[in-house]
């Protein structure tokens, strides 16, 4: 849920990165701007399920505090301390997306699943020998990580006809999944527009 807020845990809580003293003052800043960014989104209601003339002005709102925010932490200093494999930068913009949706899908189910996820991709089945087969649902589930996810968890079992073996099974199913990137490279480039294209036909 808060992507970025644990992102900043952990680098104020390691054992053994970010212990230097200019570290621990960069980090004392951002919480700082951070749980005011943090406030202001969760006292934010809006928009809901049902359209309102508020919404505009509550997605304006949302906007520029995060280009608030994002600015402070794109500062050079803080872009020098903490690179891209950190992920500091990267992850506000997936918190940004919860606070957008936050209200929106909870009018629906409070159950919903919203923020990072590993969705269901596929399902292929597995047995060391025929015995095995007969009395064990060895599934085995493909899934695909991704940065934001608007879906369901769903909960199921499988059982071979004529065992009594049960095996519980938690499937993702994302009806929206959002790809959060701040850098791309030449390669995942090339593999967006590919992807892009073959999404057309």
């Known amino acids: 849920m808060f992507v970025h807020g644990d992102n900043l845990k952990q680098k104020e809580t390691h054992r053994s990165k970010y212990c230097d003293k200019e570290s621990r003052l960069f980090l004392k800043e951002i919480r700082k701007h951070y749980n005011i960014w943090q406030k202001a989104n969760m006292d934010l209601i809006g928009p809901k399920a049902t359209p309102s003339d508020a919404d505009n002005s509550v997605l304006a709102r949302r906007v520029a505090l995060f280009s608030g925010y994002k600015d402070f932490i ?31 899908v909870r009018d629906f189910s409070r159950s919903v699943l919203i923020g990072k ?32 996810v608007i879906g369901i968890n769903i909960e199921t079992q499988m ?43």
């Open 117 to 148: 996820a590993k969705t269901f991709k596929d399902i292929f089945f597995s047995y060391r020998n025929f015995s095995e087969m007969v009395t064990i649902p060895s599934a085995q589930l493909e899934t695909k990580d991704h940065d934001f």
């Open 74 to 104: 794109d500062q050079q200093k803080y872009a020098e301390k903490f690179d891209a494999r950190s992920n500091l930068h990267s992850t506000v913009l997936e918190e940004f997306m919860f606070y957008l949706f936050k209200d929106l």
């Open 159 to 201: 059982q071979v006809l004529g065992s009594e073996n049960r095996v519980d099974y938690l499937l993702q199913i994302p009806a929206v999944a959002i790809e959060c990137k701040t850098y791309l490279d030449k390669t995942m480039l090339e593999g967006s527009s590919t992807a892009a294209e073959q999404l057309k036909f």
